[in-house]
């Protein structure tokens, strides 16, 4: 458990490293669009080849489909409720206001950023009940946070949030994160092999989902179409890991 926890909490605390670096420097926003190309391409190589491939062993096309649709039709519906707030902007680095709403859109920008660790650090407890973590898919997670730190930080501090109060928010992500890997572990160690298929699909349909609605359109606005070669080579370095 206490490994579930350590891992999870390091997945995590790639946001807070975004958002104090935000805080020290000025980062290009073409250089937040390349790192968080390089993430989704890592993403997208650690869900179809730790996720999905370990599903198909564990039980068939059903479970699979099913747990997969499944996540991807949750996020969706979750995605379109805090955005309705303001969380669309929560990787965002332009994005932000001053207005009487402000601290409405920033608490969909919270919650929208904790409906994205969740099904990615779960995976990790997922992980480790076959026998230990996986490098790459920690890199994968890691990498994917971080640029949602820049972001979303700087789109928070625009909005009006100090500097004290955005810090705390990405500390209670990073406690999210580190519990869903415990959760992924406790709750899934003794359960069937179907089960365990339905919820690795369904944690890949909901980051798949994720990916495309978020990480993908910011990293082509932020870096433009070298961002395509970029996601490539995530996906590569992944596969080397």
Known sequence: MGEALLWGAIAGAAN???????????????LIGYIMALGTGALIAAVSYDLLEEAMKLSGLKDLAFGFLGGAILFTVLDMLVNRKGAQHRKRSGEGSASPDASGSGMAIFIGTIMDAIPETAMIGLSLINGGVNPALITAIFISNFPEGLSSTSGLLKGGFSKRKVIMMWMLVLAASALSALAGYVFLDDASDSTKALLRSFAAGGIIAMIASTMAPEAYEKGGPLVGFITAAGIFLTLLL
């Not at 975004?18 to 980062?27: C, E, F, N, R, Y």
């Open 16 to 30: 807070l490293l975004g958002a104090v670096a935000v805080l020290l420097i000025s980062l290009p926003k073409r």
